[in-house]
């Protein structure tokens, strides 16, 4: 069965400061994409980074990149230079392409994060 | 605009009153999708949709209906809500079938059964 993991229910950084958010995954499809989330507080999902499995690099949007360890099975979110507007619910989902769960979308429960000043 | 439109924002009813919360997106996506989010729990898939006439379970279904007869329409049924189907709906959309394309979200419709 597919998992996905995320053990911070909570984290606190300051603000300028960088943030890792924990992801961990469990698979045995070789083939398959990473996602992660953000839910403000004002509850709508923002589509974050996007990482393939078979990428060779680690993925990167502005101050967000992903540090991906395949063989760990973790994909974990890095936030540089924390910003107060950060704050919110951050989730891991996990797709896979192939299969009985083809298609569908598997998040994590999610880490607060609060940023503050 | 793209945009995938849910409606009611906010939805307060009682135990077994048959209500349908609409989900509707501009953008010809082919797959769509319905997820409730609960506190400590993430997104649950409910139901999912590959293309119009075909709708599958999710990880949650017990409970709900869907329909897609357009491609842009995938309401979410509750017969006869619950209690325990008090919880922040999501209403999501892509394109198709690619591994790396997003999912776009609506709003989010938070419903209480009292």
């Known amino acids: 069965a597919q998992k996905i993991t995320q053990t911070q229910p909570g984290m606190f950084v300051q603000e300028k400061e960088a943030v890792t958010l924990d992801c961990t995954y469990d698979t045995s499809d070789p083939s398959y994409g990473l996602f992660w989330y953000k839910q403000p507080s004002s509850g709508e999902m923002i589509f974050l980074i996007y990482q393939g499995s078979y990428d060779q690099q680690n993925a990167t949007e502005g101050r967000y990149s992903l540090n991906f360890q395949k063989a760990r099975k973790s994909a974990n979110l890095v936030i540089s230079a924390s910003q107060l507007g950060d704050s919110a619910m951050y989730f891991c989902a996990m797709r896979f392409d192939r299969g009985s769960t083809l298609g569908r979308l598997y998040f994590g429960r999610g880490t607060q994060l609060t940023v503050w000043p | 605009e793209a945009q995938v439109t849910q409606n009611p924002r906010y939805l307060i009813t009682v135990t077994g009153k048959k209500l349908t919360v609409t989900c509707s997106q501009n953008?010809?996506?082919?797959?769509m999708s319905w997820y409730r989010q609960d506190p400590g729990l993430g997104l649950r898939q409910i139901y999912y949709s590959m293309n119009v006439e075909v709708t599958d379970k999710g990880d949650v279904p017990e409970g709900y209906k869907v329909s897609r007869k357009e491609k842009r329409n995938f309401p979410l049924i509750l017969e006869s809500p619950s209690p325990n189907q008090t919880s922040l709906y999501f209403c999501?959309?892509?394109?198709?079938?690619?591994?790396?394309?997003?999912?776009?979200f609506g709003s989010g419709t938070q419903l209480s059964v009292l």
């Open positions: 953008m010809n996506h082919e797959y």
């Open positions: 999501a959309s892509r394109k198709g079938r690619q591994t790396n394309e997003k999912l776009f």
